[in-house]
Every structure is written in C-alpha cells, then in structure tokens.
C-alpha cells in the first residue's frame, strides 16, 4: 500500500518521536525539580503529544500491512545549563524532525505514493505550530520575565 522506502523512513520515525518524548520528559523533569510546575507540565504535555505521533504513525504501518520492529531509543538526562538551553534544544529537535517529515515527503512524491504523502500532510501542518511555539517559548525566556511569573503565558494546550 505504501512504498519500501517511505515505510522504512517511517519506521526510523517512530524510533525519532519516542525518542522526543524522553527528551520533552527530561525537559520537564529539569523544570519539575527547580519547582516550575507550569513549564514542567507544559514539557510532559509535550513528552506526550510525541509519543502520540509515534503511536499515530504505528497504526499507519500496521494499517498499510508493513512489518516493522520499534525502534530503541537513547536514555534523555534532564541536565541542561539553563531553561533557555533546554528550550533551544527543544527548538532544535523540532526543525530536524521538520526535515525528516520533509524528506519523507519527498520520497513519497518520487515514489508517487500518494498514499503515504496524504498521511505526511498532518504531520507537516503540526511541525509548522511546534516549530513556531518553541520559537515563541524562546523569545519569552530571552526577554528575561522571572520563570514563576512566565508560568502564566505559558501555552495550555
């Protein structure tokens, strides 16, 4: 139903997105034990919406009948020299998983596996918000606001 190749690329994403997920998780570890429970609980929010995409892409696999094993992912220690560190990182993460979604996409348009492209698509669109929110989250701690009182700009959702 869908290409070799794109499911392989697919398959090297599940182990991408769990590997986010540790990653938010010791984002938020490190907020959780200076006491900023708002920006830590923004981070857990975050450790799970990846792992949703992982589970979000599995169920693509399995749907498309591709056999495939889950990939490991590395051990994420919550040790970072400051909150605006951790937030570049996170803004990092999120423009390398934003060219692994665009890679994927063109291989699936060479394969012209429209298909696979059409399930790329959501995925694209919410690497646009988390790229944009990182970015957001950025420029408040760069403006140098207290972090117990930027709690309260912090994102809900």
Known sequence: MISAELAKSLN???GHELTASQQYL???VYFAQQN???WAGFFYRQSEEEREHAL???RFLVDAGVKFDIPATAKAAPSFK???DAVKKAHQ???QVTQQFQEMA???TEKRDYTGF??????IEEQVEEVTTMEKLLALLESGINLFQAEALLPKE
């Open 26 to 28: 010791a984002i938020a």
């Open 12 to 14: 090297e994403q599940v």
């Open 118 to 123: 059409q399930f790329l698509q959501w995925f």
């Open 93 to 95: 993460w999120e423009l």
């Open 106 to 108: 063109r291989i699936a």
């Open 36 to 38: 900023l429970d708002g």
């Open 56 to 58: 979000k892409i599995v």
């Open 82 to 84: 400051s909150a605006a």
